[in-house]
């Protein structure tokens, strides 16, 4: 019995050498990149594989990409990269949350790797800007989207109502569409606080405009200041008149509010770009086109606002900064495959792109959202800030999880903004920089 | 060595993997929380020590944070008794149901197995009012119903959230007094019933006291339930409208993740685990005195 226990104590032993030798020869040959994202749908995830991962390793033998898009990834990659051993080599965020990333010393500047690949001539200035912290690159953009009102054509045109482009316009149509049975706006809330910022974007936007919410956020003008009070205002007598979902935007979610528009009950939809798929291969049953949120002030234009829909960040803790730079190289310098993956559900990368490169079998859904994100974004003059791209993290966590106490009347609108003007205080004395192109949107 | 002595030893190894692996599991990660709420760490990058000042906020500034507890209480107040009660009179009727109890057993339990985000989710479509339940009772003609804004209304959201949590719920306190009801001697009744007691004092003088410490545990484990409750909270409302479904955990959630304020949600963590820790001493006191009602 005991021969036999030292038989195979020997045996496993040599076995555990041999498999370590071996995986010690494939890890000095091979680099794996951890890439983690946000969760998606299973043909968006295909695309990513079909038309960047896959062809990537294909021209980098010896470099595979671990691709992760994991749910709620936002909060585990805030967990992750703490770690030495568990942060992901390259990660996607927010833009807004890279000064905080980087303040903790936790991210890697990009500076060679722009260079290296020539990314700030690829890139639109304006989204590479938005990782530029004291002169040096922590994040790199990736796909870039607008702010958009979706409306259903077929609707307007049953009803004999135009598509509307100013405030008088808007409420006009708004009204009479109550009066039908229809909801004018179809948006909903409840277990998405994110969405909420949608709503007061297209207010500042096109109410306060594209100049008074980039002195907001630099701290010339205060929430108090006639521009940015009213924009909240008129919001507030929208919600209060049933524009937004007949008030009832607290009762039902993101999905039940897209499934609403699509369903015909309501005339607009206010999202953004980012639906080219959801709304594209036979989703909508009517005719439907995407431009500005109307004009809510005389004088003040029709906009949309852009953002970059997520960075890629690279962990300080990663053993293989080039092959990662060398992946968001690729990434910019395959045009083909951009097209590729574009005409197959992802967003574009935050670089011109010529619509004509879309292969002739694309989505004709999909290409109407595409020219309709070319179109909002080609006067740089007149392109506002998306605030998850471009507000301070704090003043906007708050303005979007107080906006249903407005609405309800739990807080006075002075009290909203005052609240909201302290924190916005304290985060401009804490170094708070609006990375944001002055010229507007797509300027620079 | 003495035999005593060896045996003590030997004990204790046995114990010792499981010493460790607590202590690295749960000891480690609940004092790394005691020593973040007195920094003002942000989740990332290094804290730095602040004191109490945590809790000063938590106690003086925090009104959403109060509000939120204020809920909890509403929460569990209502936990407290519909699951528990309709839990016990439906398992006193299932015990009886004879060859089909396990049937029966199986149908109630079902909603517990289903995902919270899952049944969280369906119920959202039910509650939708443009699409949900509302159209089927305006189809009926039921207006009076069709018009009820469940998620919507300030004042019914705590309850229409809550209610997919008791729904999930019941069926596991059903099963556990199931469990306990199969235990009770049936000599017991017997006694009771030639001494005269009726259907009702068979129950109150009989079942009652002999399911106790299972009615007690119950107890327990809701109210330990309703204060860290989350998932359902989250999926349906994230805390809206306007604060009405907010609870500590959505808060401290909120706090830690989405302001970056990783050391005052620790402070927070801290609060509400302090409160279940008094919460669950407090009922091991009353099982222990023995809990004459």
């Not at chain 1, 690949?117 to 922590?138: M, Q, R, T, V």
Request: a negative charge.
């Amino acid at each position: 019995m005991k021969q036999r226990l030292k038989f195979l104590a020997a045996v496993a032993t040599v076995s555990i050498a041999l498999a370590g030798t071996v995986h010690a020869g494939n890890a000095a040959d091979n680099v794996n990149i951890r890439f983690v994202w946000g969760n998606m749908e299973a043909p968006q995830k295909q695309a990513w594989i079909d038309y960047l991962i896959k062809p990537f390793e294909a021209a980098n033998p010896g470099i595979t990409v671990d691709f992760q898009p994991i749910p709620d990834e936002d909060n585990a990659v805030k967990v992750q990269l703490n770690s030495p051993t568990g942060a992901p080599d390259i990660f996607m965020a927010d833009a807004t949350e890279i000064p905080t990333y980087e303040a903790a010393g936790l991210l890697l500047p990009l500076d060679k790797y722009v260079d290296e690949y020539n990314l700030k001539n690829i890139i639109y200035p304006w989204a590479l800007s938005l990782g530029n912290i004291d002169g040096h690159y922590y994040s790199v953009p990736h796909e870039y989207e607008a702010t958009v009102m979706i409306y259903n054509n077929d609707l307007l045109k049953a009803n004999g109502w135009p598509v509307p482009r100013t405030r008088e316009q808007f409420v006009q149509v708004c009204d009479a569409a109550l009066k039908k049975g229809i909801i004018p706006v179809s948006y909903g809330s409840s277990g998405f606080v994110l969405g909420q910022q949608w709503l007061y974007e297209k207010y500042l936007t096109n109410y306060g405009g594209v100049n008074a919410v980039r002195d907001l956020f630099t701290g010339k003008v205060k929430f108090t200041d006639p521009e940015i009070k009213g924009s909240f205002q008129m919001l507030k007598d929208d919600w209060d008149k049933g524009y937004w979902a007949e008030k009832k935007s607290s009762s039902i979610g993101m999905e039940q509010s897209r499934s609403l528009w699509l369903s015909g009950k309501a005339l607009f939809l206010a999202e953004g770009t980012w639906l080219q798929s959801t709304l594209g291969n036979g989703a909508t049953k009517f005719d439907w086109e995407a431009t500005s949120w109307p004009s809510m002030k005389d004088g003040k234009p029709s906009a949309s606002a852009i953002a970059v829909g997520a960075v890629m960040g690279v962990s300080k803790y990663t053993k293989h900064p080039d092959a990662v730079g060398k992946l968001i190289g690729f990434m910019y310098t395959h045009n083909d495959l951009m097209a590729e993956s574009v005409a197959h559900g992802l967003q574009p990368l935050s670089m011109p792109f010529d619509l004509s490169s879309l292969p002739p079998d694309t989505d004709k859904d999909s290409r109407k959202m595409l020219e309709a994100l070319q179109a909002v974004t080609k006067d740089p003059s007149n392109v506002s800030y998306a605030p998850w791209a471009f507000y301070p993290t704090k003043t906007n966590v708050y303005l979007m999880n107080k906006l249903d106490a407005l609405f309800y009347n739990q807080l006075s609108l002075d009290d909203y903004l005052n609240n909201a003007q302290k924190i916005l205080d304290q985060e401009l004395a804490d170094g708070f920089e609006f990375r944001a192109p002055a010229a507007g949107g797509t300027g620079s | 060595m003495s035999l005593i002595r060896r045996s003590e030893i030997v004990n204790t190894a046995f114990v010792l993997p499981a010493f460790f692996l607590h202590f690295f599991i749960i000891a480690v990660p609940t004092l790394s929380l005691i020593y973040f709420s007195l920094t003002d760490w942000k989740g990332v990058g290094a804290p730095n020590f602040i004191g109490l000042e945590n809790f000063s906020r938590m106690i003086f500034e925090d009104g959403d944070f109060h509000h939120a507890v204020i809920n909890n209480i509403l929460y569990m107040s209502v936990f407290l008794t519909i699951p528990i009660v309709f839990g016990l009179l439906m398992a006193l009727l299932t015990v009886r149901a004879g060859r089909f109890q396990l049937l029966y057993r199986a149908l109630f339990f079902l909603p517990y197995v289903v995902s919270p985000v899952i049944s969280g989710k369906i119920f959202m479509m039910y509650y939708d009012p443009f699409s949900g339940i509302n159209q089927f009772f305006e189809w009926m003609g039921w207006s009076f119903l069709a018009n009820i804004n469940y998620v919507g209304d300030r004042n019914l959201a705590l309850f229409s959230v809550a209610f997919v949590d008791y729904w999930h719920w019941w069926g596991f306190v059903l099963v556990i007094f199931l469990a306990a009801l199969h235990q009770v001697d049936v000599s017991l009744y017997e006694a009771a019933e030639l001494d005269g007691a009726n259907r009702l004092q068979r129950f109150l003088h009989v079942t009652v006291p002999q399911i106790r410490p299972t009615l007690v545990t119950l107890l327990t484990i809701t109210i330990i339930g309703s204060f860290v409750t989350f998932d359902y909270v989250y999926v349906m409302t994230q805390g809206g409208p306007a604060g009405a479904t907010e609870i500590a955990s959505t808060w401290i959630f909120k706090q830690a993740f989405n302001n970056f304020d990783a050391g005052y949600g620790s402070a927070l963590s801290i609060t509400v685990c302090a409160a279940c820790v008094v919460v669950y001493f407090g009922f091991r006191r009353i099982q222990r005195i023995g809990w004459d009602i």
